[in-house]
């Protein structure tokens, strides 16, 4: 069977049990005494153990396994969650996301697991037995005489399993440098009481006593411990050299009972069947039905949706001029087809947040182990959707803007104390809708933002003058924080320097088509806020017409449409403005900034067209010809050679086949406020 037909598969859901395990690793560090999460946890170690072996990734499969036989102690109780542990569980979980990596870059999977593997077994069982004594132990035990019980024994032992107890034959061997074996005997018999209880010894306790019986000795033992346990408790004992712990079933005692002898392990039913019930009760969710789509051949079905839009468009302009009834009536369907079908397209590549927000979690975790700080990062919205293409770029920013508010945004614990703050820092990392917006939230409450010590750097960088300084609003003086290397750390950190890379989340933020924004206040904490489209490829215009020239402004970036008569223009140092709605408005002539040439001279009193655009807390007015009015167009891409065109961000094809180019709002707008 050829197995790289599953290859793709077993590659995705990996990743998702990968993911599902760290989830869960952060809830039960919370939770240590929870079951029900350490049950999640084994359950997707376990499925992804038996993916690995199937496909023949060996050492992913034995790693694995191993970190499921922890897991199992755990929810069986016979450990006890602390850091060590965790810690070592989440390095076998990196390692694995490691082992899916390779293989999904075309590799086999294979690591070097034996040091995590040792790790992992000496958590099951702290003093490990050396591999050739454990075997020479081994093959003693197996050529020591069976325990005969009697009927009464066996009675005892019935009633036992009906408790859940297990029977448990112990072979123990001694250090035979050992000078009072009887008394190290002793000392075993006590520890295996306080596990269970000895219902028979060979030799018999007499003979041990006296010191009549070698270097080895066999006990019987009811206990409703794991042996893994009971080895790893009799081993810690002073020379006591190997312990084998075999369970011995109903057959192997010669037990008659006809129902236990039919199954040897119904004793254990009861126990594992209520737990199945639990999880079967929790983890019951409506069944729907789903299958896998390359995410390429999505694009492209975007991409040929993108060109009916296009003829949609022409035909509606054929339809309008021809006054055809019938070909009028047949387009208006059309058009009310091809809009349900492009809001089935769009959803089709609308994926949650959910899916950038979960790496989150596990890195906060790490960071603030490396910070000394103590964080509680809290995630809402996690549901929100947005475009697969904007999902695959929003991840880096956030990165840098988790990172920056842990190292630089929260103080240390001592500092938090001292402020009268809960000593735990909190980072909040919140999504929502917005009309035809994403946004995305990053507050920390932390010591904020030091608004002089960011105008003294960006002074001291050339970034703004002393006087421009004197007019700048808070927000405005935040967003210097974007200016390209600028960082007001006192000292280089490996983690983050408060701005260090935030130019690259604006650059990458507004190439996305959206905003990012910052309110602080000093002591209380910083809120970073993204504003994103909800998608790339097909929005919402206002076309508007420069002399001969037709231009599309995004409906993302508008305020308002208003017209203003030439005596209400004024010009204030140099710049002409307007009073808007009790602000002054800053006015940009769009024929001066494209250059459009005036092909006739204009009206006298003829008005003027001015787009009311936003970014952040700053407006503009664009100044227009005429205003066409609101279409869907689709966002194509100038080409390499175009790339760096002021203000213009792309180019649609119209209706009637002719070419607009896309204004990009944010160019216009001066960071300096």
């Known amino acids: ?35 029900d999460i350490v049950n999640e946890i084994f359950r997707s170690a376990h499925t992804l153990k038996g993916m690995a072996a199937s496909m023949g990734f060996d050492d992913l499969a034995s790693l694995t396994h191993e970190m499921e036989n922890v897991l199992d102690m755990i929810r069986q109780s016979e450990l006890r969650i602390t ?64 325990l005969v019980i009697d009927e009464f024994q066996r009675s005892i032992i019935q009633e036992a399993r009906k408790l859940g107890n297990h029977v448990y034959e112990v072979y123990v061997k001694l250090d035979e440098r050992c000078v009072m074996k009887s008394v190290r005997a002793y000392m075993v018999f006590q520890a295996a009481e306080d596990l269970g209880e000895i219902i028979q010894t060979d030799p018999p306790v007499e003979q041990i006593e006296e010191d ?11 206990s409703h411990h794991d042996r893994l346990k009971i080895e790893a408790q009799l081993t810690n004992i002073s020379e006591v050299k190997a312990v084998i712990v075999t369970e011995k079933t109903e057959q192997e005692l010669g037990n008659t009972d006809k129902q236990n002898h039919l199954n040897p392990n119904v004793t254990d039913k009861p126990r594992k069947g209520k737990e199945n019930q639990k999880a079967s009760e929790t983890k019951k969710k409506p069944v729907t039905k789903s299958i896998r789509v390359d995410i390429e051949k999505l694009d492209r079905l975007m991409n040929l949706f993108s060109e009916l839009i296009i003829d949609r468009g022409r035909l509606e302009q054929i339809a309008r001029k021809s006054q055809i009834p019938d070909l009028i009536e047949t387009v208006e369907h059309m058009t009310r087809i091809s ?48 475009d697969r293409t904007v999902i695959d ?41 917005s009309g035809n917006h994403v946004f995305i939230e990053v507050v920390d409450d932390g010591k904020g933002i030091n608004r002089e010590k960011v105008l003294k750097k960006a002074i001291e960088r050339g970034v703004i003058s002393e006087e421009e300084s004197y007019s700048l609003s808070d927000q405005q003086v935040y967003s210097l924080i974007f200016s390209s290397g600028f960082s007001t750390a006192d000292k280089i ?23 990012i924004t910052i309110d602080s206040t000093p002591e209380q904490g910083s809120a ?19 002399a001969e020239e037709i231009y599309a402004i995004p409906f993302n970036s508008i305020v308002e449409i208003t017209t203003n008569s030439d005596n209400e223009v004024y010009t204030l140092h140099g710049q002409k403005v307007i009073q808007f709605r009790g602000q002054v408005v800053p006015l940009i002539e769009l024929k001066e900034v494209f250059q459009v040439p005036q092909v006739e001279s204009p009206k006298v009193n003829q008005p003027l067209y001015i787009v009311i655009v936003r970014k952040g807390d700053q407006t503009i007015g664009l100044v227009t010809d005429t205003v066409l009015g609101q279409q869907e167009i689709v966002l194509k891409p100038l080409g390499r050679y175009l790339n760096q065109l002021q203000g213009i961000s792309g180019a649609t094809i119209l209706g ?14 001066n960071e300096k406020g």
């Open 1 to 35: 069977m050829d197995l790289n037909n599953y290859l793709e598969l077993f590659i995705e859901e990996s990743k998702e049990h990968v993911q599902a395990i760290n989830d869960e690793l952060l809830k039960l560090e919370i939770e240590p005494e929870n079951i």
């Open 83 to 146: 850091e060590e542990i965790m810690n070592v569980v989440f390095t076998c979980v990196d390692l694995i996301a490691k082992m899916v990596d390779n293989i999904e870059q075309g590799g086999d999977g294979t690591e070097d697991v034996t040091e995590i593997v040792r790790k992992l077994q000496s958590i099951q069982n702290p003093s490990i037995i050396h591999d050739e004594e454990r075997v020479s132990a081994q093959n003693e035990a197996a050529t020591t005489k069976e």
């Open 212 to 222: 009549q019986f070698g270097d080895s000795f066999t006990l019987l033992l009811l």
């Open 339 to 386: 809009t349900d079908l492009q809001g089935l397209v769009l959803n089709m590549r609308m994926v949650p947040v959910e899916q950038v927000f979960n790496r989150f979690p596990r890195m906060v975790r790490d960071l603030a182990k490396d910070l000394n700080k103590k964080v509680q990062l809290v995630v809402e919205g996690a549901e929100t959707e947005l």
């Open 393 to 433: 770029e929003i991840g880096d920013p956030l990165v840098h803007l988790l990172r920056n508010a842990l190292d630089h945004g929260l103080e240390s614990t001592d500092e938090r104390i001292a402020n009268n703050k809960p000593e735990e820092g909190r980072i909040l990392l919140k999504a929502y809708h």
């Open 493 to 515: 950190s490996d983690i983050s320097g408060r701005g260090v890379g935030l130019d690259v989340v604006k650059t990458k933020i507004e190439s996305l088509g959206g905003t």
């Open 528 to 546: 970073f806020r993204i504003q994103l489209p909800l998608s790339l490829s097909i929005i919402y215009s206002m076309l508007v017409k420069v």
């Open 656 to 669: 009637n086949g002719e070419v607009a180019l896309i204004i990009d709002t944010n160019q216009f707008f």
